[in-house]
């Protein structure tokens, strides 16, 4: 794929500021688990912490091959920055879908002042099956009143304000589900226990927890009953840009290995001269080159309004997450003994990864939805 000289320029900028802000703090990011302000505040500034917010709103409103482009390089800084900010376009992504103009202004003051967005949808008895929402939203009047328990949500203790998938009908099952703006000061919003994970620790991650909370009807994102389908289309641009992220992973990794394997010996030469250690790195090579491709495949197919871009961004997102575990298990591979200390990044990087087969739905929910597709583009005679 070629790209034009801004998307270049974009690309460019983003690797500056992934090398300049976030790799020197990458490892105290990791063990602490603190957002740095300063740093976020840059990247405010910089338009990147929701980069599909469109420009007459304060936005960059960039297309998703340029977005992608973007979300690899600050991935391969840091990959728990990289889901604090694009937790930002999930969350505003409903809004731009199917939000009305104060709606969609209500988040852009947010963003672009430096706030938070958080996109709640799982809960914990309904990960990959969205449509067996347990959290209700009951209209009052000229109110709905929502109760119900979210998990696993990103930003959720930083949120200034939320996307909620709730059941506003529960005889209609996923037809019967709807989207709400719910603002953190509400009453009756709060955050459950502080998730300690394995990896992206700079990312936050909590319950949202709703109590009789109240928000106006106006809250009402789209229609009543189309909250599946908005989650949808949500997932289908955000799984595309969690490939790309994913991508930037592998990308730090690789780069690791290879440079430390031209300086490490053994035998009486640099281990990259020995065939086994040169087979490790193609093949990280070749895996990596094949993921970004397709990433880049599926965002342009969504730029397009592709028929194909369904299939296309859960196979992106399904191929990413297992090729980068593999590429960081080769460079922990390729550094020995070394790569299991804390002491290199690339033990690190390998923690970040894991995550990748799991949010954004399962890589086995991907493998329904891939062969949905690909059952419906060949039917039988």
């Known amino acids: 794929m070629r790209f034009t000289e801004d998307q270049l320029s974009l690309q460019q900028m983003a690797r500056e500021f992934a090398e300049k802000e976030l790799m020197p703090r990458a490892a105290e990011m990791d063990i602490d688990g603190e957002l740095p302000m300063d740093v976020y505040q840059k990247a405010v ?8 917010l469109p420009e007459e709103y304060g936005g960059a409103g960039l297309d998703m091959v340029t977005t992608c482009l973007i979300r690899e390089e600050i991935s391969r800084g840091d990959s728990g920055f990289s889901i604090t900010i694009g937790s930002n376009s999930l969350g505003f992504k409903p809004v731009g879908i199917a939000g009305n103009e104060e709606q969609k202004q209500h988040f852009a003051d947010i963003i672009t002042r430096g706030g938070f967005c958080a996109f709640a949808i799982t809960e914990p008895g309904s990960g990959s099956d969205a449509a067996s929402t347990a959290t209700t939203a009951v209209k009052v009047g000229d109110e709905y009143i929502i109760n119900g328990r979210k998990c696993f949500i990103t930003n959720a203790e ?10 506003t009908d529960k005889t209609k099952g996923a037809r019967g589900l709807s989207m709400f703006i719910v603002d953190r000061d509400t009453p009756g919003v709060s955050t459950g226990k502080h998730e300690d994970k394995m990896g992206i620790r700079v990312s936050n991650t909590a319950d949202v927890i709703f109590e009789d909370v109240h928000i106006p ?11 599946f389908k908005i989650a949808m289309q949500t997932l ?7 490939g790309a992220a994913a991508v930037g992973i ?32 193609a093949d990280m090579g070749i895996e ?22 369904g299939k296309l961004s859960a196979m992106s997102k399904c191929f990413a997450a297992e090729v980068i575990e593999r590429v960081c298990s080769h460079a922990i591979q390729i550094l020995g003994g070394y790569g299991y200390m804390r002491d290199y990044p690339v033990e690190k990087l390998y923690r970040d990864a894991r995550i990748y087969q799991i949010f954004e739905g399962t890589n086995q929910i991907q493998r329904l939805v891939i062969a949905r597709h690909m059952l419906q583009e060949n039917p039988a005679d």
């Not at 290879?258 to 065939?275: L, N, S």
């Open 217 to 227: 009807a106006k809250n009402l994102i789209g229609q009543e009953g189309k909250g």
């Open 288 to 309: 990596l080159e094949a993921a970004r491709q397709l990433v880049l495949a599926a965002a342009d197919a969504i730029d397009h309004n592709d028929p194909n871009k």
């Open 236 to 242: 289908e641009k955000g799984r595309v840009i969690t």
């Open 45 to 52: 500034d910089m338009s990147l912490t929701c980069l599909d």
């Open 158 to 167: 930083r949120a200034d304000v939320y996307t909620v998938l709730a059941t």
């Open 250 to 281: 592998g990308r730090a990794a690789l780069e690791y290995a290879t440079k430390y394997a031209q300086v490490r010996k053994t035998m009486g030469k640099p281990i990259c001269e020995h065939g086994q250690i040169q087979a490790l790195i």
